[in-house]
């Protein structure tokens, strides 16, 4: 069994078939998927999914989210997270942490956010999926500063020194799609070099696609789609097994187990998704 911890399955790209999308998944062996939330406005709304396909998720206000936010939105999510305390598909605070890739984000506003939401995840005992662009050195600094129940860094591209210190501080690392393309160097020295215990898998659907789903610009121009799925996890599964060079099975138990330590709430739906 596979477990997606990074899949936003409220997105648009998916009103279409998102149906389809669950079925698809679970019949590539996908027993469980985290569908974070980015701001307020969605949180409701990954709940809803959660509960309608008996899935995971998390509250948080994403990075790129936060020059449109402020002490009205951190409140809402402490009052969602104190609404929802007692329900076992909540397993994570997030989607939040640092994006300075993208130009033009309040560096100052995303730390002040980051700051506040990792206080609720330690005052509600909640672990944490971040979000990690050219940021790494930072977010480290702040779990530092701020302890939180560990988590996950969702699609990590930084230094093998960078993922020790993650695992020192009781984090796991994600892996999805850019795994799999043959010049992503950095990553696939990590995922190589890795021990089995600090890994996670996630697909970030429907962002991040694996190799074989990427198109040209020339053919997405022509309207060619790169749409992810958590379908594809089972194969991304199997190119990053290969790299490492260990049988498949070996990954797919470890990165499950893994999920399921990172994220313990994951252990009960495990279960009452089993005896159903």
Same mark, same amino acid.
């Given at each position: +069994?596979?477990?997606?911890?990074?899949?936003?399955l409220?997105?648009a790209?998916f009103?279409? #078939?998102r149906?389809?999308?669950?079925?698809?998944?679970r019949a590539?062996?996908v027993?469980?998927?985290v569908?974070? =939330?980015v701001?307020v406005?969605?949180?409701?709304r990954?709940?809803?999914?959660a509960?309608?396909h008996r899935l995971?998720?998390a509250?948080g206000?994403?990075?790129?989210?936060?020059?449109?936010a402020g002490?009205g939105?951190? *409140?809402?999510?402490?009052?969602?997270l104190?609404?929802?305390?007692?329900?076992?598909?909540?397993?994570?605070?997030?989607?939040?942490?640092?994006?300075?890739?993208? &130009?033009?984000? #309040?560096h #100052?506003?995303?730390?002040? +956010?980051? =700051?506040a939401?990792?206080?609720?995840? =330690?005052?509600? $005992?909640?672990?944490?999926l971040?979000?990690?662009?050219?940021a790494?050195?930072?977010?480290?600094?702040?779990l530092?500063r701020?302890?939180?129940?560990?988590?996950?860094a969702?699609?990590?591209?930084g230094s093998?020194q960078?993922?020790g210190?993650?695992?020192?501080l009781?984090?796991r690392? $994600?892996?999805g799609?850019?795994?799999?393309f043959?010049?992503?160097?950095?990553?696939?020295?990590?995922?190589?070099?890795?021990a089995?215990? *600090?890994?996670v898998?996630?697909? #970030?659907?429907?962002?991040?696609p694996?190799q074989w789903?990427?198109r040209?610009?020339?053919?997405?121009?022509?309207? =060619?789609? +790169?749409r992810n799925e958590p &379908?594809e996890?089972a194969r991304?599964?199997?190119?990053l097994?290969?790299?490492?060079?260990?049988?498949?099975e070996?990954?797919?138990?470890?990165?499950?187990?893994?999920a399921?330590a990172s994220l313990p709430?994951?252990?009960?739906l495990?279960?009452e998704?089993g005896d159903?």
């Amino acid at each position: +069994m596979w477990i997606d911890t990074h899949c936003h399955l409220d997105a648009a790209e998916f009103d279409a #078939d998102r149906d389809d999308v669950v079925a698809r998944a679970r019949a590539a062996g996908v027993g469980q998927i985290v569908i974070p =939330a980015v701001a307020v406005a969605n949180f409701e709304r990954v709940r809803e999914l959660a509960h309608r396909h008996r899935l995971a998720y998390a509250l948080g206000i994403h990075p790129m989210c936060t020059d449109h936010a402020g002490a009205g939105d951190l *409140a809402s999510l402490r009052d969602a997270l104190a609404r929802h305390a007692g329900d076992p598909r909540l397993v994570a605070v997030g989607e939040i942490g640092l994006d300075h890739f993208v &130009a033009g984000l #309040d560096h #100052d506003r995303q730390a002040e +956010m980051f =700051a506040a939401q990792l206080a609720l995840a =330690a005052e509600f $005992g909640l672990p944490v999926l971040l979000h990690v662009r050219r940021a790494v050195d930072t977010v480290l600094a702040h779990l530092r500063r701020q302890p939180v129940p560990g988590g996950f860094a969702h699609a990590f591209n930084g230094s093998e020194q960078q993922a020790g210190a993650f695992v020192d501080l009781g984090f796991r690392l $994600g892996f999805g799609g850019a795994v799999t393309f043959e010049r992503a160097l950095r990553i696939r020295r990590v995922g190589r070099a890795l021990a089995p215990g *600090a890994i996670v898998m996630e697909t #970030d659907s429907p962002d991040i696609p694996p190799q074989w789903r990427y198109r040209t610009v020339e053919a997405r121009e022509a309207g =060619a789609t +790169m749409r992810n799925e958590p &379908a594809e996890l089972a194969r991304i599964g199997a190119e990053l097994a290969a790299l490492r060079g260990e049988p498949v099975e070996a990954l797919a138990a470890a990165t499950t187990a893994n999920a399921v330590a990172s994220l313990p709430r994951l252990a009960g739906l495990i279960a009452e998704d089993g005896d159903g």
